[in-house]
């Protein structure tokens, strides 16, 4: 079975709903839905492709979107490589042309089905915010990054990194307790890095694998949020292999979490996130202003540590 390139648009409002559409008679998987998109032609880049089937199927003209994730899927039909784009800005209104209906959802509540199966995972990846903060109570205290961390959340956080290397272990329980606590009650995940153990004890989310960690596992952990720190192909494919949840990668700058390492830069990142499965986050020496840079090569968004409570 040949394999056939299709791009795929997530198109967002800025309330964070997005588009779908239900394939009409006569059309494989009739009754299904789906992201607007369709095949790639020969000598058409996927972003061209992309401008040209929402103009053909929805009547409108992109002008803003970036590359995301990039799913494979058998059907019995066909072998389908669907290269997603989160498409942000566009102009002309949007008309039924191709779909025989349309529907605005929001990710976590998403009510018509059936939905295609490739699909399943990319609406589990919009669950994620575009930011992920990391905590440091071992540099700055535990009271201070609990105060730090109330008013992040206060203010939208909603995705949060246990990572305390740097305090013992009743120190780090202590601190992970009531971290989840305070993130559960505002709405937020969290996730301890590296103690599965201690991610069940404390009633975490998840756990989030460091690479060498990740590296050694056969099978993703039974727990509902995995994620794992990548640094070259050979980790992400893992970490897609694994089918994790997300992955972060960096670091893209220099930063004082490690100094004197040379970031990846911009340009690596993008051919590094080409054509991967999972929503991934660029870290390293980054601020909430480089959201939009990461989200050009490819990221989801950004992680950072001291940029979150800053």
């Not at 089905?113 to 919009?126: H, K, Q, S, T």
């Not at 009650?185 to 690479?211: E, F, I, K, Y």
């Amino acid at each position: 079975m040949s394999l056939v390139e299709a791009a795929a648009a997530v198109i967002l409002r800025p309330d964070g709903h997005f588009l779908l559409g239900r394939r009409p008679p006569g059309k494989p998987y009739a009754g299904y839905w789906e992201f607007p998109g369709g095949k790639i032609e020969p000598g058409e880049t996927a972003a061209q492709a992309l401008v040209r089937e929402l103009h053909e199927e929805l009547g409108i003209e992109a002008d803003r979107y970036t590359p995301w994730i990039t799913r494979e899927f058998v059907y019995p039909h066909a072998h389908v490589r669907l290269h997603f784009f989160r498409v942000s800005g566009w102009h002309g209104e949007i008309r039924d042309i191709h779909h025989d209906a349309l529907a605005w959802k929001r990710a976590g509540n998403v009510d018509v089905e059936p939905m295609l199966p490739a699909n399943v995972a990319v609406l589990r990846g919009l669950t994620f915010p575009d930011f992920y903060a990391i905590t440091h109570a071992g540099d700055i205290g535990i009271e201070a990054q609990l105060r730090q961390l109330e008013r992040a959340l206060a203010g939208g956080l909603r995705l949060l990194q246990i990572r305390e290397p740097r305090l013992g272990a009743e120190a780090r329980e202590r601190f992970a307790r009531e971290a989840t606590r305070l993130a559960h009650a505002h709405g937020a995940r969290v996730l301890v890095n590296g103690d599965l153990a201690l991610a069940r004890l404390v009633g975490a989310d998840g756990v989030h694998l460091p690479c060498a960690q990740l590296m050694q596992l056969a099978e993703r952990p039974d727990l509902p949020l995995v994620a794992a720190s990548c640094h070259n192909p050979p980790e992400l494919a893992r970490a897609a292999a694994l089918e994790l949840d997300f992955a972060v990668l960096g670091p893209v700058k220099e930063s004082l979490s490690h100094p004197g390492v040379a970031g990846l830069g911009w340009q690596r990142c993008a051919q590094l996130l080409e054509n991967v499965s999972l929503p991934v986050f660029a870290l390293g020496g980054l601020q909430r202003d480089d959201l939009e840079a990461a989200q050009r090569t490819g990221a989801h968004g950004i992680a950072a540590i001291r940029a979150a409570w800053g």
